[in-house]
C-alpha cells in the first residue's frame, strides 16, 4: 500500500469551504483503496484542522490519482495561501501493521516524527521495537501501522509515521497516553535529557472521527 498524507491547518473563515471542498475532490480521487478527508479534534497538538489521507495499491496509481482532475482539485486547494497556512505532508508505503481487521473504529490518530538525532540503522530499529511493542500493552489500540517515510515536508523533515485507530478517544487520551509501558520504553526516545534521546520535540499528534476503518485495508483483504 502506498499512502498520502497531509495534516493541514486553514484559516478560520475558510474551513466551511474548504472542508466541502476537499471532501468531494477526495471522494471522486481514481483507485483509492482508502479515503480520509476529516476535520480535526480538540487536543491535538501541532495537529492542524484536517487530516487528509488516501491509500493506493502503488506509487504508480497515487501519481495518476493526482494527476486526475479530482486530484488536481485537491493539489490547488491545498495550495492555496489564502486559505492554507500549514501543511505536515508525507508519502510512505505501510510499514508494520497489526490489529483485528473486523473491530469496530470510531477514532483515527496520526503522529509524525523526526528521528535525527544519532539516527544509526540500530538506533531506528530500537525505536521501532519498543513502539511496536504498545499494541500488546494498550489493548485499546485496534488496528496499527507503523510507517518510515518516502518523502515528506512542512516545520520538519518526518521520518516516521506512528497511526492507529481506537473506537474512541478515551482509549488513545487515557489507556494508550498514560500505559506505564508507554512512559518506559517509548518516552526515552523523545526526552532531551535521556541519553537515549532520538525524536526531535517538534513533532505532530492529531485525531479525527471516522465511522469505518482505514488502517490495514489492502486489496488482499
Not at 35 to 62: C, E, H, K, Q
Not at 68 to 96: H, K, M, N, P, Y
Not at 169 to 194: C, K, N, Q, S
Amino acid at each position: 500500500m502506498y499512502n498520502l498524507l497531509k495534516v493541514l491547518g486553514v484559516t478560520e473563515e475558510q474551513r466551511e469551504r474548504f472542508g466541502a471542498t476537499l471532501g468531494e475532490a477526495t471522494r471522486r480521487l481514481p483507485s483509492a483503496i482508502t479515503r480520509l478527508a476529516a476535520p480535526t479534534l480538540p487536543g491535538t497538538y501541532n495537529g492542524g484542522d484536517f487530516i487528509w489521507r488516501v491509500s493506493f495499491a502503488d506509487r504508480a496509481a497515487a501519481e495518476a490519482a493526482l494527476a486526475s482532475e479530482a486530484g488536481a482539485a485537491i493539489r490547488a486547494l491545498v495550495g492555496d495561501a489564502q486559505a492554507v497556512r500549514s501543511c505536515e505532508d508525507a508519502a510512505f508505503e505501510t510499514g508494520w501493521s497489526g490489529g483485528a481487521a473486523d473491530a469496530r473504529t470510531g477514532l483515527y490518530r496520526v503522529a509524525m516524527f523526526c528521528a535525527n538525532r544519532n539516527p544509526t540503522p540500530e538506533r531506528l530499529a530500537a525505536f521501532a521495537r519498543d513502539t511496536l511493542i504498545m499494541p500488546d500493552h494498550a489493548r485499546t489500540i485496534l488496528r496499527w501501522e507503523l510507517s518510515q517515510a518516502a518523502t515528506a515536508s512542512g516545520a520538519m523533515p518526518w521520518t516516521h509515521l506512528w497511526e492507529q485507530e481506537y473506537a474512541d478517544r478515551t482509549g488513545l487520551e487515557g489507556t494508550y497516553m498514560i500505559h506505564p509501558v508507554h512512559w518506559a520504553h517509548v518516552e526515552r526516545w523523545f526526552d532531551t535529557e535521556y541519553p537515549d534521546y532520538l525524536v526531535a520535540p517538534q513533532l505532530v499528534h492529531t485525531f479525527c472521527a471516522i465511522d469505518q476503518a482505514i488502517l490495514n485495508q489492502g486489496p488482499e483483504q
